[in-house]
């Protein structure tokens, strides 16, 4: 079944620490994208993609960095000047569908905590 | 700047209806969509609306208002799997995603 598979589901970190998280999709869809998900806020986007070897800073990258040396695959690492990294992430890839607009697929999440 | 509003709890009972409304202030607009979202899970598709109306899919019904920055989801004959939060998003004149902080939606007994 085709889909986007985050790595891992629950991740521990000790302060000044660089961690990676892992997003693969098969779904043969060209963008891909990286929110953050904070109790009682919207989701809000730290990086996307929209073609192998191009990403764009989103409304919060300050922290983090990304990179896209394949189609299917979009990680995130979150390093040591991220300052409040404790999260829920989220990965997700569009389809282009409905009038150019991208309908956007999942993962399941990738939930941090800083210790 | 850009907002969305949407009630951030509401509560309905088992077979019920609920709606579940939204506004949204963006720079443009090329849509609305709603997600929903089981707690500690990803969101999911329900609907999009571009133009005025109401489109219905099987329980779920989505409205929008352009004029008034207006959109409701509708949901009928609630079930216990509908309890989740419901995202409204808005899309801007330059296809960038605005989203609610989501209205977690209880369903009682």
């Known amino acids: 079944d085709g889909g986007i598979t985050q790595s891992p589901k629950y991740l521990f970190r000790k302060e000044g620490q660089n961690v990676t998280l892992s997003c693969e999709q098969n779904?043969?869809?060209?963008?891909m994208y990286w929110y953050r998900q904070d109790p009682g806020q919207g989701l809000r986007l730290i990086y996307y993609?929209?073609?192998?070897?191009?990403?764009q800073k989103g409304d919060i990258a300050e922290g983090y960095s990304v990179s896209r040396e394949k189609k299917e695959s979009f990680p995130l690492t979150v390093t040591s000047a991220q300052k409040n990294p404790t999260a829920f992430y989220l990965c997700?890839?569009?389809?282009?569908?409905?009038?150019?607009?991208?309908?956007?697929?999942f993962g399941a999440g990738s939930r941090l905590t800083v210790l | 700047g850009q907002n969305i509003d949407q009630p951030t709890e509401m509560t309905a009972t088992e077979g019920a209806i609920v709606q579940i409304n939204c506004t949204y202030q963006?720079?443009?607009?090329?849509?609305l969509f709603w997600y929903q979202q089981h707690a500690g899970e990803a969101p999911t598709f329900l609907s999009y609306?571009?133009l005025d109306g109401l489109e219905e899919k099987g329980r779920f019904s989505s409205f929008l208002s352009r004029s008034k920055g207006y959109s409701y989801l509708l949901l009928k004959e609630l079930q216990m799997k509908d309890s989740a939060s419901y995202l409204c998003?808005?899309?801007?004149?330059?296809?960038?995603?605005?989203w609610g902080a989501g209205t977690k939606l209880i369903i009682k007994p």
């Open positions: 963006t720079s443009g607009f090329n849509g």
């Open positions: 993609s929209q073609i192998v070897n191009d990403f």
């Open positions: 997700a890839s569009g389809n282009g569908a409905i009038s150019g607009a991208n309908v956007l697929t």
């Open positions: 779904l043969n869809h060209d963008a």
């Open positions: 609306n571009v």
């Open positions: 998003v808005s899309m801007d004149s330059n296809y960038q995603l605005i």
